[in-house]
């Protein structure tokens, strides 16, 4: 759950950040401490509303990078790993990235781009934990979808991962 501190909640109508996570009790930076339970429903609160606000935005504006997103966010998957949970798009690429570690996505896309190991840990340290590994998914997706890099590469690299980790990353 840890990785949950800089996401956006919605608890009792209001929005705020998880700044801090100790035990059982999170805190928001607005000052309130609430349970690990309500965090994780006010994740999802925030998902809704974030989907609800770009259906309004991209029919109102008609801004297609609102109706875009919009769209895109009507088939994000609410997942459950590892306790914690999680939105993605629920593509191929996104399943397979299901339970593996930040630092292992961000290697991960060094290696789908060809940049040096490190690369996108160093660009993305200014961003969240969520945001990173986002951006990290994004750049794999890339560039499975170009053909730069096979989906069996993907598969063997993350078999390297978990084997030496011994981990599922299902879990």
Do not use: C
């Given at each position: 759950?840890?990785?949950?501190?800089?996401?956006?909640?919605?608890?009792?109508?209001v929005?705020?950040?998880?700044?801090?996570?100790?035990?059982?009790?999170?805190?928001?930076?607005?000052?309130?401490?609430?349970?690990?339970?309500?965090?994780?429903?006010?994740?999802?609160?925030?998902?809704e509303?974030?989907?609800?606000?770009?259906?309004?935005?991209s029919?109102?504006?008609?801004?297609?990078?609102?109706?875009?997103l919009?769209a895109?966010?009507?088939?994000?998957?609410?997942?459950?790993?590892?306790?914690?949970?999680?939105?993605?798009?629920?593509?191929?690429?996104?399943?397979?990235?299901?339970?593996?570690?930040?630092?292992?996505?961000?290697?991960?896309a060094?290696?789908a781009?060809?940049?040096?190991?490190?690369?996108?840990?160093?660009?993305?340290?200014?961003?969240?934990?969520?945001?990173?590994?986002?951006?990290?998914?994004?750049?794999?997706?890339?560039?499975?979808?170009?053909?730069?890099?096979?989906?069996?590469?993907?598969?063997?690299?993350?078999?390297?991962?978990?084997?030496?980790?011994?981990?599922?990353?299902?879990?």
């Amino acid at each position: 759950m840890k990785d949950m501190i800089g996401s956006k909640v919605i608890v009792d109508g209001v929005s705020s950040v998880i700044v801090d996570i100790k035990g059982r009790w999170v805190k928001l930076e607005d000052g309130r401490n609430i349970s690990r339970d309500q965090a994780s429903a006010g994740f999802e609160a925030q998902i809704e509303a974030d989907n609800e606000a770009a259906e309004t935005t991209s029919t109102n504006h008609g801004n297609f990078m609102a109706q875009t997103l919009a769209a895109y966010r009507k088939s994000y998957v609410v997942t459950k790993i590892g306790g914690r949970k999680s939105a993605d798009t629920g593509d191929a690429v996104a399943v397979k990235l299901r339970g593996l570690e930040l630092h292992d996505v961000l290697d991960l896309a060094d290696l789908a781009t060809g940049e040096v190991q490190g690369t996108h840990a160093k660009k993305y340290s200014r961003l969240n934990v969520g945001q990173q590994r986002m951006n990290a998914g994004n750049r794999i997706r890339a560039a499975v979808k170009s053909g730069k890099l096979s989906a069996a590469t993907l598969d063997s690299e993350i078999a390297i991962i978990t084997e030496f980790y011994n981990t599922d990353p299902a879990n």
